[in-house]
């Protein structure tokens, strides 16, 4: 069984910077995309970005491109989500998900293989 732990949730101002991290327990993860997702109060779980095992290949959904950066952890198993310029917006419950075989931008929360448990992040104005 594969677990997904994630880190480094906050309490951040606008503007500010925040690094998530999730560690994924050992499997062999050749062909998976390590990605987040975020849900806001009273909205659906949307995608934020992925990123291949290999790291070659990173996708952000357009809300967050051009802020958020998502990289190979520096631990083994481990991927970062540097958050920049933070908005209120950005305020969510971020959960680390783990999928076979791609995870573009739009991909949908019921096709996830496995997820983590989450970590808040709230962004105050």
């Known amino acids: 069984q594969v677990q997904l732990v994630e880190s480094g949730g906050g309490l951040m101002q606008t503007g500010d910077s925040l690094r998530l991290s999730c560690a994924a327990s050992?499997?062999?993860?050749?062909?998976?995309?390590l990605g987040w997702f975020r849900q806001a109060p009273g909205k659906e779980r949307e995608f934020v970005a992925s990123i291949s095992w290999s790291g070659g290949v990173t996708n952000y959904a357009q809300s967050v491109k051009g802020r958020f950066t998502i990289s190979p952890g520096a631990a083994k198993n481990t991927v970062d989500l540097e958050m920049n310029s933070l908005k209120p917006e950005d305020t969510a419950i971020y959960y680390c998900?783990?999928?076979?075989?791609?995870?573009?931008?739009?991909?949908?929360?019921?096709?996830?293989?496995?997820w983590g448990q989450g970590t808040q992040v709230t962004v105050s104005s």
């Open positions: 050992k499997h062999n993860f050749t062909f998976y995309y």
């Open positions: 998900a783990l999928r076979r075989n791609g995870m573009p931008e739009g991909t949908l929360p019921a096709s996830i293989d496995y």
